[in-house]
């Protein structure tokens, strides 16, 4: 449980940064969706048979976590608002951005076995 919220914590953070240096802004909302993203692909990523299947199962899973926290927190589109972009549901997600997230996992893919083996020093302590 512990890792758990570690991991939630970091992906908040990790989300809210990223969302900032690309849009100059983000809010509060979105540390629950990152962290609920990074949470969950930190579980999934095991479980995947090689990393572009990894890229795609997280990206899907993260406009998934856009969507749920979309519909909840951006029904006025002040978070953000695909609208105008190609192929949108509801303003809510796109596929522009659902690639994004895709090539996003490739880092991230590569980043948990550092946080598996941070995690587990921390178990040690």
């Known amino acids: ?6 991991v939630f914590l ?16 983000t809010h509060p909302s979105m540390a629950l969706c990152g962290g609920t993203a990074v949470a969950l692909f930190r579980k999934m990523a095991p ?6 299947t990894l890229c795609l199962r997280g990206g899907a899973l993260i406009t ?3 969507l749920l926290c979309g ?3 951006n029904r006025d589109r002040q978070v953000w608002d695909y609208s105008r972009l190609p192929g ?11 690639a994004l ?5 490739l880092p991230l893919s590569a980043l ?6 941070h995690l587990v020093l921390l178990d040690k302590r």
């Open 64 to 66: 998934g976590c856009e």
């Open 88 to 98: 949108n549901y509801r303003g809510q997600i796109c596929p522009l951005f659902s």
């Open 1 to 6: 449980m512990k890792k758990t919220l570690l």
């Open 10 to 25: 970091a992906g908040g953070v990790g989300y809210c940064a990223l969302e900032t240096l690309w849009r100059g802004r």
């Open 112 to 117: 948990c076995p550092v946080l598996e083996r």
């Open 71 to 73: 519909l909840i927190f």
């Open 47 to 52: 479980r995947a048979p090689d990393r572009l």
């Open 101 to 105: 997230w895709c090539l996003l996992c």
